[in-house]
């Protein structure tokens, strides 16, 4: 590399070669903490400034009950009703810490009396807020829909891990035949495929009442009263379609780069040296081959448990799950802010945790990474 | 062009091509085919029809003919998916070719020039009505510190624009949750008109070629011929633009099918889920939406589903097909 184009002053002191790789990552976490925390700000404050507030939708139905009265009067008592609705819900504050208003006109520093800082401080103590639409705590309905989201999530995020080691094992074991070529152009095209419409096609491939039923009626289980086999019997067969669409989703993303990389490590010498061992091609794949190959894996890994999660938004709409994704899905479409702002924010952090543990498996995989320290 | 035609391609990229000039003209004609029905209008005396006689592809379950959704759909692939990722690459290609060429300590401006850009902002957040001014404020100030720079005297005072981190950190940011999220997130207030969504969609989509094309001008930078162009005496903002920036765009033309896929898929996501959609708008989500009140009437996911899928699989060839050049 020349230097001689190179003209700041400073060396770059942050890059990986000068620091211990330990404090990289930490950094990299920081950024990617911080990177959460704006983004679901970003969502706070753009949702609050969208016109037609959640008073809107509220009080749209509301104009019936004043039938009898004068045109002037109803218009008079609806933006009454519309004052005292955005009182309760504290949406009459201002919005952030400084805001621009037509009259007097110019920039007003508000102070700690707005939005943002109430719901900043609000989520320090823990608290997501309340849905505008019933009420009702946030993180209670989150934590809810999350039982039925973080079983199928993570089952999904296993099985599609261990399906695509066995998947890229078995392309990269030789070089051609006629079932390599099909399971690579399965994977090819179902990488394309948009979630919903693999989704959509298992719903009506699978679960037809016309056609091939697998799911079974039945009554929901009450989560009080019902035993815990009662309620896996009945959500058992039911997440086992919005399974196979989250696995088969991010399969591919996985397998082909995967398999790429094995292909890559057979062509390496220290493989060569293997094979002229006379080490069967299996054993070279499993225990030579496949460590080296799996750290450039961990970086989709990243990404594994947030797509997961947008898979979810949609899985859980086509299959008519009680899940966060179907929760953030009705939230949006009823303009219950707080419950998107939640959503978005529990998304960030589920990021945030695959990045950390892709990186506590560098570690574990790769002993030239850790810190010396 | 002949060297288009000279070039060996393989069927498959010449039925991709076909079918995707096959909907981008069904696209563009839209209005003007004389079709029987309108994609918004339900026919009430033939709801869920199989395909037959005036409905060609059928009815859906609220009786509107599949065909002209079909059409409909592929209008608004044109007008909003389309443009979206153009507009996206180009966006993107600015940006991380910005980044990439300049990084972080080589675009200094005259300190005079960097008084007048915060001086512009000051002055248009107070006024924001005064868009053009500020616009032309801004410009004039860039265009002024690059036609300066090299010919600043050192002593001059100059101030570093930290081209690089400002875009790696807005990247970081919208990619702090996936792209389906973002926008659903967004779509939580009223619906979005068309120019809005094709907004949000250059949003979420510049991210992913600005990294490309920054990644690209890192290794174009140090190559002979810039080398070249800075020993000739050549203004920066002429090397970039003329010499680097068409060098490190080629890598683009892989990534633009595949990312036209991607938004593609992103919107006909967003319109099946119904969030944030007029509630008239017609597109092959919204078909596929629709098929779920009619499991047994298997046209209506068919058609949507195979026309979109086949979409797909066509921008995915010649994505393969561009690389392999």
Known sequence: MRLRRFRGKRPIAWLPVRTSRGRWLLVRLARAALAAWGIASLVFVVSRLLPGGPEQFALDGAGEKWGGASAGHVAQMQQAARQSFRHRLGLDEPIFYVT????????????????????????????????YRDGQPVGAALGRALAYTLPLTGSAAVLATGLALYLALYLAGAPGGRGRALVRTLLGGLQTMPLFLLALLLLLLLANPDGLNLVPAGQVPNAATSSLSQVLSYWGPRSLLPLLSLVLAVLPSLALPLAAALHHELGTDYATTARAKGLPISRILRRHALPNALIPLLTTLTELLPSLVAGTVVVEVVFALPGSGRLLAQAAATHDYPVVVAGVLLTALVRLLGLLLADVLYFTLDPRLRPLA | MRALFK?????????????????????????????????????????????????????????RDVLAGLVAGARRLVSISLPATFLAAALGAVL???????GNTRLRLPV????????????????????????????????????????????????????????????????????????????????????????????????EPARLVRAEMLRVRVQPFI?????????????????????????????????????????????????????DAVSWGSLLAAARQEPSAWWVAAVPGLALLLTLLALQQVATAAKNR
Do not use: C
């Open chain 2, 227 to 279: 080398e070249a162009a800075w020993a000739s005496g050549l203004p920066p903002g002429r090397i970039w633009w003329h010499h680097a920036l068409p060098a490190a765009s080629q890598s683009l033309r892989s990534l633009v099918p595949l990312s036209l896929a991607g938004l593609i898929g992103l919107e006909s996501s967003l319109a099946f889920l119904g969030i944030g959609q007029a509630p």
């Open chain 1, 100 to 131: 621009r208003s037509p009259a007097p006109a110019g920039w007003h520093w508000h102070g700690r009396h707005n939005q943002y800082h109430r719901w900043v401080v609000q989520l320090l103590h823990g608290g997501l807020g309340q849905s």
């Open chain 2, 96 to 102: 991380g070719g910005a980044a990439g060429f300049w």
């Open chain 2, 7 to 63: 070039a060996r391609r393989p069927v498959a990229y010449w039925l991709a091509i076909s079918w995707l000039a096959l909907i981008a003209g069904l696209g563009l004609l839209g209005p003007s085919l004389p079709l029987p029905y309108s994609s918004s209008t339900a026919d009430l005396l033939a709801i869920a029809t199989p395909p037959s006689a005036p409905h060609y592809l059928g009815t859906d379950a609220l009786g």
């Open chain 2, 112 to 207: 005079a020039a960097a008084g007048g850009l915060l001086a512009a902002g000051w002055w248009a957040l107070a006024l924001p009505g005064q868009l053009l001014a500020l616009l032309l404020a801004l410009g004039s100030s860039l265009w002024l510190s690059l036609l300066l720079w090299q010919k600043t005297p050192r002593r001059q005072p100059t101030i570093a624009l930290p081209v690089d981190s400002l875009v790696l950190g807005a990247g970081t940011l919208l990619g702090a949750v996936p792209r389906l999220i973002m926008l659903v997130a967004l779509a939580a207030g009223p619906p979005f008109t068309t120019y809005q969504l094709l907004g949000l969609l250059v949003v979420v989509a510049w991210p």
